[in-house]
């Protein structure tokens, strides 16, 4: 018999499936560690105008589909009124079948707003005049979306030069959810365009109070940052990079960089990547030394587009999956950390699937015993937030590492209304033991299957940041 399209059971295919879910992933709180929510609306509970403001903002998952559609960018990213960027999100939707768009798009419609109706070019009015009524009262700001998910936690991205005021705000305000800041040093260490991170440094300099001269000092900078952060409550780095470098540098030659640098002077790629390389040992000696844990996104060709990067500017939808080789300088990286005993808790994300194995088997060979999945193979990140790359994600994990003390999903998103998307890898990570289960690969052991799907969707994170809730 035909399913209803997107009822209770949702991509549950089978009765296991549906009881681990409903009985125990869907009450679990959503412990959110690694998103780009803006601090500042959450301090300032920012009240929504309209859906298309709302939900097109900064989406650069919907400006591709919509570009792809034969959308042009006034529609975009442009300055026509949000109703009519949301005639052609709505145009665009109906061809977003199969992408995740699709999915994302009407759980978000009926958890948020109680919408069950299909969004088409003709459902557009109805649906835009319903949400945009919820969006304009009370109940539906920034933090009552939040509180309506049943968020615990949100960990925001951000920049060691950030006053970080918006979260000492929301604290004071005695916001019961957590919103903590995660250390992001990326901009400190990119030498792609010197006179840039010139400009950088000197903003640096004004907030750490530091002179900077040579690359001692930098580090210094940076460490009195990460403790102002810690003092604010951060407990998580992330490093962004196309690829860990696999380089090392003597403190001379990291001196010359740091001159040619500091003088605005092309940097070359070798220098580049020793400076990196040397950068991140440090961060990540700083990271352990305040019982952080530390994530690197790996893995991404950015503003691949140069045109219209030059116009638009990045996060705008023009990065894609690459192919760099990601192991050599992953573990020396992290070899070097261990050989010392100085290496924290870590997250590795890659954004290209063939990486799948050698993440999951990499993280093996590090793991001590000091606490459970010390270790972590993240989640499906960025192109692979979908059913196909959340399954392989936890399968090789399954294979190669114990999937019971992964520690779940995250939204990685700018949005309010991208909660959801938890529920979606609930569903999924359900269904694929529900299957095993089925199949007599398991035992039909629910209080212990159970117990694992509370432990995945929220358990395992909250001890494993040590956050006091």
């Known amino acids: 018999m035909m399913k209803k399209f997107m009822d209770e059971n949702f991509i549950l295919q089978t009765e296991t499936a549906q009881r681990l879910y409903h009985d125990y992933a869907a009450k679990m709180p ?3 560690y690694h998103c780009h929510l803006s601090a500042q609306e959450i301090a300032e ?3 929504y105008d309209n859906l298309g403001e709302c939900w ?7 400006w591709r ?7 042009t960018e006034e529609f975009v990213t442009g300055d026509k009124p949000w109703r009519e960027k949301f005639q052609k999100w709505a145009e665009t939707v109906p061809q977003t079948i199969r992408n995740p768009l699709y999915h994302w798009t009407h759980l978000e419609l009926q958890r948020y707003f109680g919408i069950n109706t299909v969004l088409t070019p003709e459902t557009a009015d109805e649906i835009f005049e319903v949400c945009t009524a919820k969006l304009r009262t009370p109940e539906f700001s920034a933090r009552n979306l939040m509180r309506k998910m049943n968020v615990k936690l949100v960990c925001t991205t951000d920049d060691p030069v950030d006053s970080l005021e918006y979260h000492k705000q929301i604290v004071a305000d005695g916001f019961e959810i957590k919103v903590l800041p995660t250390f992001r040093p990326d901009r400190a260490m990119n030498l792609t365009d010197s006179n840039g991170w010139k400009k950088y440094v000197q903003t640096l300099e004004k907030v750490s109070g530091v002179t900077i001269t040579n690359f001692a000092s930098l580090l210094e900078a940076v460490d009195l940052r990460h403790e102002y952060f810690h003092s604010a409550g951060c407990r998580l780095s992330d490093h962004g990079v196309a690829y860990v470098p696999d380089a090392e540098a003597s403190s001379a030659e990291l001196e010359a960089i740091f001159a040619k640098a500091i003088k605005g002077e092309e940097i070359r790629l070798p220098e580049r990547e020793k400076f990196e390389a040397s950068f991140l ?3 990540g000696q700083m990271n352990h030394a305040r019982g952080w844990a530390q994530q690197f996104h790996v893995g ?6 140069r045109r ?3 116009k638009l500017g990045p996060d705008t939808g023009f990065d894609s999956i690459a192919d760099y080789r990601q192991g050599p300088g992953l573990i020396r990286l992290l070899d070097r950390l261990n050989s010392t005993n100085q290496l924290a808790k870590t997250i590795l994300y890659n954004i290209n699937p063939c990486d799948n194995e050698l993440m999951a088997t990499m993280i093996a060979c590090y793991q001590d015993g000091s606490c459970p999945g010390k270790m972590q193979f993240g989640s499906g990140w960025w192109f692979l937030d979908q059913k196909d790359g959340m399954e392989k994600q936890m399968n090789a994990l399954s294979s190669h590492g114990l999937l019971s003390r992964f520690i779940g999903m995250l ?10 998307r938890h529920e979606y890898f609930r569903r999924i990570l359900c269904n694929l033991i529900g299957n095993d289960v089925e199949n007599g690969e398991i035992p039909a052991d629910m209080e212990q299957l159970g117990a694992m799907v509370e432990n995945i969707c929220f358990n395992n994170a909250r001890n494993y940041f040590g956050v006091k809730l």
């Open 308 to 310: 219209l990067f030059a």
């Open 56 to 62: 097109l903002s900064g989406d650069h998952y919907k």
């Open 65 to 71: 589909a919509m570009r792809t559609n034969g959308m």
């Open 281 to 283: 040992i440090a961060a």
């Open 300 to 305: 991404v060709f950015r503003n691949n587009n």
């Open 45 to 47: 509970d920012k009240q």
């Open 411 to 420: 939204t990685d998103s700018r949005s309010f209304l991208s909660f959801p």
């Open 30 to 32: 959503i412990y959110d």
